[in-house]
């Protein structure tokens, strides 16, 4: 019988008037692989921060390794073997890889000064540990992601972890990568060190982990063994919802594409592909990380400009828009030509967090509101955000706000709005619900295809199986730069698709 | 607070942040004003006073403008008082080198005026320079400035050797000391400057993409607004406000000098920093900059006629600086948690 | 720390700016022999003094993620107040009191900065900014105004301490200042401390990601308020070796020297966005800023042009740094 790790029962966590957590337990055993699944907003976060000691439960019983903790500190879970690897992994980008494996004991220990052997031999034991080798002279700022994720883990691992939580630790892995990370785990499994993944993606859930509990609205509304549960299960769990009733249909006429592309190429990051795009269609592009989508969306974007690349690398092959080829050479070409697109980054690369909402609204489109002397319409820009903000559902008190203050699905809304408004003829999409709670979401899809039966033609960039298989329909699977499946989405099942990724990479090694 | 944001008057929203700020800010001012007033009656609220004071202080609104654009879009412009008295010293050589003695008045003041014109086009041409270093090359601003700043302060030096060069034209101390309808032409020039740029910032595309840009450059590049242009355009104008406001210095003091008013750029900060510009972009009013302005001017008359030394006022700028950024940080800290 | 490889070596800034400051003085020594005289030599050395000092404290302060303008302004405050004060009980001692106390008035200013720094989470450069401002101010409004000439023996004495010394054929005299040894003994006591103590590494772990910093058990607050003392200390000490060795305490002085010396640190390859950059560096884009300074008038040019020069320099080097790290960045990003 093993030891249980981490025992929680019945937590409460509010924060001022919003309950966050109710009586939501957990229990985590010796060398266990445990998944906590939810949607964004469903307090998974939240309980993390207080297995880990940063936030205070409000009431409920802690024990971390059979002892009973009334208040918890951080030190105390640290104590505890309770090692969080955050989503940037806490490391120091400036250092090497030997010195952020060491930083952390050294520090611990007390020492004044550094022996540069003793910081390399606990490198070279960290990365032992975890069955790792690599350079450890390198700077962590060269690492490629899934590198600095193997810095992170070893790190934990010699820092005497004895329960790993992982807060999604698949978004930006690569197929290969994430093998390797499961084959890590089972080997961490077997040295006794349970691993806790914070995560909404399918197909990993199922593949590793051997318990799930599932939270949803702060509650938990589903626990037990992984293989007593099945996609649609956990689906329905974390949702509320059954989402396959609800499939995409296009009934329109393949004629007169409002985009289309001819052998496009782009040396480096994908060639030849062929693709049309009609009004009204909803098409999914997805692929692994690496495999040319967000380079794809964002060529066609302008925002990979033919003339800044060092390598001398060429564009070739064409754009149509409605017949008529063009050229794509920057983000206002794009504009110009009826193009948009929404990011996936939203904080970096889509909203200015701290303008208020009715400038994020019209961020992309303010010269189309000058009136005669060159002045913005302020009445004509007030008139159009509220009108927005109705048809887009947004839920915000007051427009003059910082959009930081929205949800994230409501900040999505309020990007769908700024381009859609500008009378777009083609939407990309790329990673539209990330970080998007569950109502929102939905309520996005259903304005996704009220946009589509406005004319205009979506591709929607994604790696969310279910997403795409509920919205599209069609769906364009990309490997390594090139379009390998075209599929009608009509009878499609996930495990068919997922499938069809992975033999993808199988294809593509060989 | 937002109660009185609202009632506030709209010549006020028209030009203003419409924050807390700036409320704040004018009671500081019109506390600064009182002080001197009850300090010092007899001289500081004469109207040979006042006359002096709206002389004194628009070289220094102008450049803070200046500074306001550079520190909006997130970066800085160390090297506006180099511009401002580059400029200034080759109008001073144009006057001394090119222009012909004797020359009938109205002829001296078309003179003038292409003089003005050579002003600007130098203000805009280290403005590009500034702009294309900054945008082009993506040196950090501070590092591009403060390299600029050198280059210009150091050709001054090399054209006047370090003497400050005299030979203006009677005609040129107008811009500096005359007075149109009973305002000073400096005040004029600065007001006119103030108001056109409010209304670039506040009712124009242009205006709401620096503020963008500011806020965050990369999201601003995915919503298809220039950035590179927007911020060469930006330190271009910049330039040209530093030129005005040299030629408005060297109008008054009758000299062009390459090391005149070294104490501006800090100046120009504190000035920004007050009026409400955020450091690291995104948000600013330009009528923050004339309150703010007004209020160093007080403290500065002011400590002139308690005969307090220069240094005094440093001093008082130095703690001033520091207070007005430790209360923003309790003021914005309470409305955060709201 | 690293093995370096052969290949490592060529990428690193120290290397190429030693090679800059090699071929520099070989171009100058070329057109003018006059720069290899023992005379200008030693003239150049002891340049890079104060400099050097200042330069080592601003290291630290930029390793750390942060910036500091205010140096200057509280080494003149301290060796004023430092002399008046010992003028004042005619003081005849050792040379160390006088260190001692314009180290500690530096250390004190550079408290009040870090204490403003953490308390009210202020900009750096606009926190510098006030206090450089107020102290100077206030010292040259309450504190006087005067320069004092017959500085305090102690510090005469100092400033005629030569390790090397040598009378030439034509009588002039060649030395060598003693003070350069401060500036080597404080450079490899900060390479050291940068190098091989926990403290050291903090500060370039604070200047890499401060939350991550915290999450590991750095006390980031208390690395700040070593830091900023640590500068104001090093700013103490120069400013009273700079009186000294002009003889001359004028409260005047020193004004807008941070543009120099800070364009000195980011030449000597320390990052503006924190934790990166050497001692060996910083002392190289001393050095350099010194030679072209001083270099000048040996080439013909006039010192008139120094700062064009000067500027041309920052610029160029800036710019080529940025346009290096673009082109390594994900290519083809516009």
Redesign the interface.
């Known amino acids: 019988m093993s030891k249980t790790l981490i025992k929680l029962t019945d937590i409460d966590k509010s924060f001022g008037a919003a309950s966050v957590l109710r009586k939501v337990s957990l229990q985590l055993d010796e060398g266990e692989i445990h998944c906590l699944a939810g949607e964004n907003g469903s307090g998974k976060s939240t309980l993390i921060k207080i297995i880990s000691g940063v936030y205070r439960h409000d009431a409920g019983r802690i024990e971390l390794g059979g002892r009973h903790y009334p208040t918890l500190r951080p030190i105390d879970a640290i104590r505890e073997g309770v090692q969080v690897i955050y989503q940037d992994f806490s490391l120091f980008p400036n250092l090497t890889v030997a010195e952020n494996l060491a930083l952390s004991d050294q520090v611990e220990s007390g020492r004044a000064w550094v022996s540069w052997q003793r910081v390399e031999a606990i490198a070279r034991e960290s990365l032992a540990l975890i069955g790792v080798d690599m350079d450890t002279s390198r700077l962590v700022e060269e690492l490629p992601v899934s590198g600095k994720q193997l810095v992170a883990i070893a790190r934990a691992v010699y820092c005497n972890a004895r329960v790993i939580i992982m807060d999604e630790p698949t978004t930006t892995l690569t197929d290969r990568e994430i093998a390797s990370l499961f084959a890590l785990i089972r080997r961490l499994k077997e040295r006794g060190i349970a691993t806790l993944f914070v995560s909404h993606k399918m197909r990993e859930m199922l593949d590793i982990t051997e318990r799930i509990t599932i939270l949803r609205n702060g509650e938990k509304v589903a626990e037990g063994r992984t293989e007593d549960f099945d996609e649609a299960g956990i689906t329905r769990a974390m949702t509320g919802r059954d989402i396959r009733s609800d499939r995409y249909v296009w009934n329109g006429v393949r004629s007169d594409p409002v985009l289309e592309l001819r052998d496009f190429t782009r040396t480096g990051d994908f060639q030849g592909l062929n693709l049309s795009l009609y009004k009204g269609e909803i098409v999914g592009i997805t692929g692994l990380l690496g495999s040319g989508r967000t380079e794809l969306a964002e060529t066609l974007f302008g925002l990979r400009n033919t003339r800044e690349r060092p390598g001398g690398e060429k564009n070739s092959g064409k754009i149509l828009r409605n017949g008529r080829e063009i050229k794509v050479r920057s983000v206002s070409d794009a504009i110009a030509e009826g193009i948009a697109y929404v990011p996936e980054d939203r904080l970096t690369e889509g909203i200015f967090a701290e303008q208020p909402i009715e400038r994020n609204l019209f961020a992309n489109s303010y010269p189309r509101f000058k009136n005669a002397l060159g002045l913005l319409d302020r009445a004509k820009l007030r008139e159009l955000s509220s009108a927005l903000i109705r048809a887009y559902n947004v839920v915000a008190s007051n427009l003059k706000l910082p959009i930081r203050t929205l949800s994230g699905g409501n900040q999505q809304k309020v990007m769908l709005a700024r381009w859609i408004s500008t009378g777009a003829e083609v939407l990309l999409l790329n990673g539209p619900t990330v970080g998007v709670d569950v109502g929102a979401r939905f309520e996005i899809y259903r304005k996704l295809r009220e946009i589509a039966a406005g004319g205009v033609g979506i591709l929607l960039f994604s790696d969310e199986l279910q997403e795409l298989i509920s919205n599209c329909n069609r769906i364009f699977v990309i490997n390594r730069g090139r379009f390998t499946h075209e599929l009608d989405t009509g009878a499609l099942q996930e495990d068919e698709l997922s499938a069809l990724l992975g033999l993808s990479l199988e294809e593509a090694i060989q | 607070m937002s109660k009185r944001r609202e009632g506030g008057l709209e010549l006020r929203r028209f030009l203003g942040s419409g924050d807390s700020n700036l409320l704040q800010l004018s009671l500081i001012t019109l506390a600064t004003f009182i002080l001197m007033s009850v300090l010092v009656p007899d001289t500081f609220l004469t109207v040979r006073n006042m006359r002096s004071m709206s002389f004194q202080f628009p070289e220094l609104g102008i450049l803070s403008l200046a500074m306001m654009l550079a520190m909006l879009t997130g970066g800085i412009d160390l090297s506006l008082v180099g511009m401002a008295n580059l400029s200034s010293v080759i109008c001073a050589f144009t006057f001394v080198k090119l222009m012909p003695k004797d020359l009938p008045s109205d002829q001296v003041v078309l003179f003038i005026v292409g003089v003005v014109i050579l002003a600007l086009t130098l203000g805009l041409l280290c403005g590009l320079i500034n702009g294309i270093?900054i945008a082009t090359?993506?040196?950090?601003p501070?590092?591009?400035t403060?390299?600029?700043?050198?280059?210009?302060?150091?050709?001054a030096?090399?054209m006047t050797?370090?003497a400050a060069v005299i030979g203006f034209p009677e005609q040129y101390a107008f811009i500096g000391n005359g007075s149109i309808a009973g305002v000073g032409v400096p005040l004029l020039i600065f007001l006119v400057l103030l108001l056109g740029l409010a209304?670039i910032l506040r009712?124009?595309?242009f205006g709401?993409?620096l503020?963008?840009i500011g806020?965050?450059a990369?999201?601003?590049?995915?919503?298809?607004?220039?950035v590179r242009r927007h911020l060469i355009l930006t330190y271009m104008t910049g330039g040209a406000l530093a030129s005005i406001a040299g030629l408005i210095m060297s109008s008054r003091t009758n000299a062009a000098k390459a090391d005149y008013g070294?104490s501006y750029i800090?100046q120009s900060?504190?000035v920004a920093?007050l009026g409400g510009v955020n450091?690291?972009g995104?948000?600013g009013a330009a009528v923050g900059i004339l309150v703010a302005v007004l209020a160093l001017q007080f403290l500065s008359s002011g400590f002139s006629m308690l005969r307090?030394?220069n240094?005094?006022?440093?001093?008082?700028?130095?703690?001033f600086?520091?207070l007005i950024?430790?209360v923003n940080?309790f003021t914005s800290g309470e409305s955060r948690e709201k | 720390m690293n093995t370096l490889s052969k290949n490592r070596l060529f990428q690193r800034n120290e290397f190429w700016l030693l090679c800059l400051l090699i071929v520099l003085s070989l171009t100058v020594g070329a057109v003018n022999g006059a720069f290899w005289s023992a005379n200008n030599l030693f003239s150049l050395f002891k340049s890079t003094i104060v400099t050097g000092i200042f330069a080592l404290g601003v290291f630290l302060v930029i390793v750390s993620g942060g910036i500091d303008i205010s140096f200057p302004a509280f080494a003149v405050f301290s060796f004023y107040i430092t002399v008046k004060f010992l003028l004042s009980i005619k003081y005849t001692g050792t040379i160390l009191l006088p260190f001692l106390m314009s180290m500690t008035f530096g250390a004190c200013l550079g408290l009040v900065n870090a204490l403003l720094l953490s308390s009210f989470q202020l900009a750096p450069l606009i926190v510098t900014l006030g206090t450089g401002s107020a102290v100077t101010g206030f010292l040259r409004a309450f504190v006087g105004t005067a320069t004092l000439s017959n500085l305090p023996q102690p510090l005469i004495d100092f400033s005629r301490w030569n390790i090397y010394k040598k009378t030439l054929a034509d009588g002039s005299i060649v030395s060598f200042s003693g003070a350069f040894l401060i500036l080597l003994v404080l450079a490899i006591l900060i390479h050291v401390m940068m190098k091989r103590t926990t403290l050291g590494r903090g500060i370039y772990a604070i200047g890499g990601d401060e939350v991550a910093a915290k999450r590991v058990g750095f006390n980031v607050k208390r690395l700040r308020l070593f830091v900023y003392s640590f500068t104001g200390a090093l700013a103490g000490i120069a400013g009273i070796i700079h009186c000294s060795l002009i003889r001359l305490a004028n409260p005047r002085d020193l004004e807008g020297a941070e543009m120099e010396v800070i364009a000195a640190v980011v030449l000597g390859g320390a990052s503006l966005t924190g934790g990166k950059g050497s001692v060996a560096g910083t002392l190289l884009g001393v050095a350099l800023i010194v030679l072209i300074k001083g270099s000048l008038i040996l080439v013909g040019v006039p010192s008139d042009w120094q700062k064009v020069v000067i500027g041309l320099v920052l610029i160029t080097a800036t710019g080529l740094t940025a346009w290096r790290s673009r082109r390594s960045d994900e290519g083809g990003r516009a």
């Open positions: 270093l090359l993506h040196i950090p501070i590092l591009a403060l390299g600029t700043m050198q280059v210009y302060t150091g050709a030096i090399v050797r370090g209304l009712r124009t595309a709401m993409h503020v963008l806020s965050n990369k999201a601003a590049r995915f919503a298809g607004i220039k070294t800090l900060i504190l920093v450091p690291s995104g948000r307090y030394s240094f005094a006022k440093e001093f008082v700028w130095g703690l600086l520091l950024m430790i940080y």
